[in-house]
């Protein structure tokens, strides 16, 4: 089969499109013949170089397409676990030690064919297209656990998204108005700005040319906001501190600017912010993240859709903030 495989890391010469041989199902298992994969801003760290990532692998967390075993369309639960820890047991698998993401950890979804265990397989109605159903896990079920679950967001309440266009950014858009919070989005272009005003963003801030920290001040009468989504790291954290209430939360899923911003532990402190880690999430977020999109009532936004070949023109889009929501890959 046809497939996108980084062999030693590096930058985008490092994607190879080679062929491989098919996969072979292991005991409860199923084939999914992959019609649509989703890139996600995960596929530039694992091609850059991750250490938890064992190469050759095979890139890609989200998939949707037919089940060999059983004829019906389903899209890919992205991670796996051990089952039996304590974390599993209690339903919260991405605490578990063995989590498996796919395309990070083991062989992804940018692939003609890809087997796992049964149960990741979960069927999606036909309202769904392949390449919408392959843009929702990953980024959906983050957002999820971002806003919802670890980010107690509440109707009353005001969040602040950093850089909305990406994929990320755009499901936690449509989750936050979903939860009746009022969102404030911010975006580099005035192109991406009104994309995001269309998406239902209540309040929307050009960050290249506006001052958030005076804005946000302003439209939140100097109280500031309640929850931060802040996956770009370096460039921002400084901004979400000073801009979250005092004690509000600023959630964390990324770093695509830095991982390692300077720190005055006091704004922590005494202004009482909690600062909340996340990542993924579990069966049941991803389930509750997926049925708005399986009922109609929020589609996934697709910035474009690629041939398999073209996958350094996905990551080159991505690493230049072009793309706004999801770039699909057709095996
Ligand atoms: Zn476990």
Not at 169 to 185: D, E, F, M, P
């Amino acid at each position: 089969m046809k497939a996108v495989r980084v062999s030693t890391p590096g930058g985008l010469e490092a994607l190879q499109v080679v062929e491989v041989p098919d996969p072979v199902p292991g005991p409860g298992e199923q084939t999914l013949e992959i019609r649509a994969a989703g890139v996600n801003h995960l596929d530039l760290w694992v091609r850059r170089g991750l250490p938890v990532a064992k190469y050759p692998i095979i890139l890609g967390s989200d998939a949707a397409g037919i089940v060999r075993e059983t004829g019906r369309r389903a899209v890919l639960s992205p991670a796996t676990s051990c089952g039996t820890c304590e974390f599993c047991a209690s339903g919260d698998k991405p605490l578990c030690v063995k989590y498996t993401i796919y395309g990070e950890h083991v062989n992804g979804t940018q692939a003609q064919f890809i087997c796992v265990p049964a149960e990741n397989l979960i069927p999606f109605p036909d309202t769904l297209s392949f390449e919408e159903a392959a843009a929702a896990p990953l980024v959906y079920l983050t957002a999820w656990r971002m806003l919802i679950t670890r980010g107690r967001l509440a109707p009353s309440e005001d969040v602040l998204i950093w850089s909305a266009g990406a994929g990320v950014g755009v499901a936690a858009l449509q989750l936050a108005k979903l939860a009746g919070a009022r969102v404030i989005a911010t975006a580099s272009t005035d192109e991406k700005c009104a994309k995001l005003r269309d998406l239902g963003a209540d309040f929307v801030l050009n960050h290249a040319r506006e001052d958030v920290v005076r804005r946000i001040r302003e439209l939140t009468s100097k109280r500031g906001v309640d929850v931060v989504i802040d996956y770009i790291g370096k460039d921002t954290w400084g901004r979400s501190v000073q801009i979250v209430r005092r004690g509000g939360r600023i959630v964390t899923c990324g770093a695509t600017s830095g991982h390692d911003p300077a720190e005055d532990l006091r704004q922590i402190f005494f202004r009482q912010i909690e600062v909340i880690g996340c990542t993924m999430g579990n069966n049941k977020e991803l389930t509750d993240a997926l049925r708005p999109i399986f009922e109609g009532r929020i589609r996934p936004v697709i910035d474009s859709v690629l041939p398999l070949s073209e996958v350094a023109a996905a990551h080159s889009r991505i690493e230049q903030r072009a793309a706004f929501g999801k770039i699909i890959l057709k095996p």
